[in-house]
T-cell receptor, first 115, second 111 residues
Framework: DGGITQSPKYLFRKEGQNVTLSCEQN?????MYWYRQDPGQGLRLIYY???????QKGDIAEGYSVSREKKESFPLTVTSAQKNPTAFYLC??????????????FGPGTRLTVL | GENVEQHPSTLSVQEGDSAVIKCTYS??????FPWYKQELGKRPQLIID?????GEKKDQRIAVTLNKTAKHFSLHITETQPEDSAVYFC??????????FGAGTQVVVTP
């Protein structure tokens, strides 16, 4: 389970506020991902990054932003433009992306609630 | 893009019986199919995976089968135990190597 951490574990946000979720890994992985999980649904990809200073939109990127300034870190900002942000957010990392065959390791998650 | 469908959404089994979860995928270029187990409030953890050049893989009480022609793969859990109760997700890689997840199966093992 070690190697990839997320903080905080629980986060409460008022409507109209931006919040940033932290994700750090010490696995020396090149690829990192952000997923959103809602009850009864699978994991949906928000953003992913294959290398430092590069990232791509996933299936549900609207209302979110990311940065990848360091290999170890991939923070996710939930902006006020995200209409329904209450969810469980999972960060993951893998050795690489291209060619698949890459096991993704997940962080413990952040549960975001909009008040 | 890739689309993964997973059935059933819930599965109740008696302890000791077998459980089977099925997934179908749409992208014929998919070549990696992992299965994750997620306990309540915890992170998903890989339990088994299979690559497209293999038809079946087994690890103790867990097995996965892959039919590339039909584009479906299945998870089989034998001799189920209460600790097998969790949500199970299948996934398939798309042509870029990103994973597309199924909606999950809630497995409940009753003593």
């Amino acid at each position: 389970d070690g190697g990839i951490t997320q903080s905080p574990k629980y986060l409460f946000r008022k409507e109209g506020q931006n919040v940033t979720l932290s994700c750090e890994q010490n696995l020396n992985h090149d690829a990192m991902y952000w997923y959103r999980q809602d009850p009864g649904q699978g994991l949906r990809l928000i953003y992913y990054s294959q290398i430092v200073n590069d990232f791509q939109k996933g299936d549900i990127a609207e209302g979110y932003s990311v940065s990848r300034e360091k290999k170890e870190s991939f923070p996710l900002t939930v902006t006020s433009a995200q209409k329904n942000p209450t969810a469980f957010y999972l960060c993951a990392s893998s050795i690489g992306l291209a060619g698949a065959y890459n096991e993704q390791f997940f962080g413990p998650g952040t549960r975001l609630t909009v008040l | 893009g890739e689309n993964v469908e997973q059935h059933p959404s819930t599965l109740s089994v008696q302890e000791g019986d077998s459980a089977v979860i099925k997934c179908t995928y749409s992208d014929s270029a998919s070549n990696y199919f992992p299965w994750y187990k997620q306990e309540l409030g915890k992170r998903p953890q890989l339990i088994i995976d299979i690559r497209s050049n293999v038809g079946e893989k087994k690890d103790q009480r867990i097995a996965v089968t892959l039919n590339k022609t039909a584009k479906h793969f299945s998870l089989h859990i034998t001799e189920t135990q209460p600790e097998d109760s969790a949500v199970y997700f299948c996934a398939a890689s798309d042509s870029w190597g990103k994973l597309q997840f199924g909606a999950g199966t809630q497995v409940v093992v009753t003593p």
